[in-house]
């Protein structure tokens, strides 16, 4: 065989065995869509923006707005409705840049808040693109990644403000942030998302679903919870009567098939469905809302808008949101334990090979006033995973604020409590952990008081720092306050 003969063959089992991975990709893309559809009676439709209306949109990152929403945006301001998208972060994190390279770029300071403001600009490119002007979009400032951590008791103060390792700083050194040199904390982004609400005073509210996975997002939607909650109970009537939807972009391998289907439906992953945690809404769109959409998400450049497969598989036929039904706690002593969660099993990378790790439901219950907490899994439980725990509670004044943590392996529990203005570790003495066939354990003093009226639970389970699974956030009334 000649040498060019050669060349030819191999190009040709090159070119072969590409259009094989290819098809292959496409084949398995579309039989997960096909496998994750819902039932059609499960769908509701998604009640269309009106003329006058005040909608405020809360999105992570820059481009979230746009994935989750671009359809509904275009929809309400073509119908006259009022529309503000706040951002929670600048999302100073290049993906394609940082995620393939981090061990070798080495990004100082300034260029990661350059990032920042590139992001920004991004953003208001794609929302002029759709109709609104620059106005219309508040940037808060908190640092991109680290939400869960300020969600927690140990940086929810500001002397214990969490450090980006991007910028390096424990405050925004953004200088169109609404509040100026933000510091980096929990109570600065609840006090924050608080303001803008009381100063727009929506009729709609959209934010994150709590079953997002990434560590922005979740915390996103149970920060926006949380300060709608403590509103109403202050007698705020915009924060009681605001219809509160949710909007889902991390929850692998959802959606699928990934890249640009612009005549396929986004349907809700079918573990979510199954759980019967959400009411889904589906707004439908015409071919132009697609379109514009796609041309939007395109001009996220730092985030590969126009070739990352994710962000092109939001431009849909559809957009999906969702509705949290609210349950109530019985305010008494001694409550029978109950399910408060309940999470889909084997969904996850994470958890699919850990039936030890992966949460089925968590209960709660009261015993002779102390709180009894069970954290059921798909497998049997072991000694050697971290069960976590986390309940935030609040009422009529930030002084009712609660906050308190708890894990534990084995028998070895911890525990952090936020509580009348200050941060304190939970005496293990008085906690109680069991691990028992299929059931994590938990007994512990009752973290809640008569002044609060609602709270808001969350549990996951992690080997190391490593994540293995997590459930939503769940926000439940305490009935009679």
């Known amino acids: 065989m000649t040498e060019r003969r050669r060349l030819m063959l191999i190009l040709v089992v090159t070119a072969l065995v590409l259009g094989a991975l290819i098809a292959r990709r496409w084949y398995i893309g579309r039989a997960l869509y096909r496998l994750d559809i819902p039932g059609n009676e499960r769908v509701g439709p998604m009640s269309a923006p009106e003329s006058g209306e005040r909608i405020l949109i809360f999105a992570p990152h820059e481009d979230d707005e746009t994935l989750g929403c671009a359809g509904y945006i275009q929809r309400a301001v073509q119908a006259g409705a009022r529309v503000r998208i706040v951002l929670m972060t600048n999302g100073e994190y290049p993906e394609i840049d940082v995620v393939l390279f981090e061990d070798t770029l080495r990004m100082q300071s300034a260029e990661f808040v350059r990032l920042g403001y590139m992001r920004q600009k991004e953003t208001l490119a794609a929302m002029q693109y759709l109709g609104l002007p620059s106005d219309a979009v508040t940037f808060l400032g908190y640092p991109n990644q680290y939400l869960d951590q300020m969600w927690l008791p140990d940086h929810w103060l500001p002397q214990n403000a969490v450090q980006s390792k991007r910028t390096r700083v424990t405050r925004s050194p953004y200088s169109n942030s609404m509040t100026p040199g933000a510091v980096y904390c929990g109570e600065s982004a609840l006090r924050d998302v608080e303001t803008v609400l009381r100063r727009y005073r929506p009729d709609v509210v959209i934010t994150l679903h709590p079953n997002d996975i990434h560590v922005d997002h979740w915390p996103t939607g149970a920060l926006v919870r949380f300060a709608l909650m403590e509103l109403a109970a202050r007698g705020e009537d915009f924060a009681r009567d605001a219809r509160v939807y949710t909007y889902l972009i991390h929850r692998e391998p959802w959606p699928v098939p990934r890249g640009y289907h612009p005549t396929l439906a986004l349907l809700p992953p079918r573990p979510l469905d199954n759980a019967g945690q959400t009411n889904w809404l589906v707004l439908p769109l015409t071919s132009q809302e697609v379109a514009r959409k796609h041309r939007a998400t395109a001009l996220y450049r730092t985030q590969g808008g126009d070739i990352d497969r994710l962000l092109l598989a939001f431009s849909r036929a ?72 986390c309940i935030h509670a609040g009422g009529r004044n930030p002084a009712d604020r609660v906050i308190a943590e708890y894990a534990w392996r084995g028998s070895q529990p911890t525990g952090h409590e936020f509580r009348n203005g200050a941060v304190r570790a939970v005496d293990p003495a008085g906690m109680k952990t069991a691990i028992s066939a299929n059931t994590a354990t938990l007994e512990a003093d009752w973290p809640l008081g008569p002044a609060q009226t609602f709270f808001i639970i969350r549990a996951s389970t992690t080997k190391g720092k490593k994540t293995i699974d997590q459930t939503a956030a769940e926000t439940l009334l305490i009935a009679g306050r």
């Open 318 to 389: 559809n957009e999906l949101f969702g509705e949290i039904p609210m349950r109530d706690w019985p305010d008494a002593r001694d409550v029978p334990e109950t399910v408060v969660i309940t999470d889909p099993t084997g969904d996850l990378k994470t958890n699919f090979s850990a039936p030890h790790a992966d949460i089925r439901s968590v209960k709660l219950g009261r015993r002779d006033g102390r709180m009894v907490v069970g954290i059921e899994t798909r497998g049997a439980a072991r000694s050697s995973t971290c069960y976590r725990l």
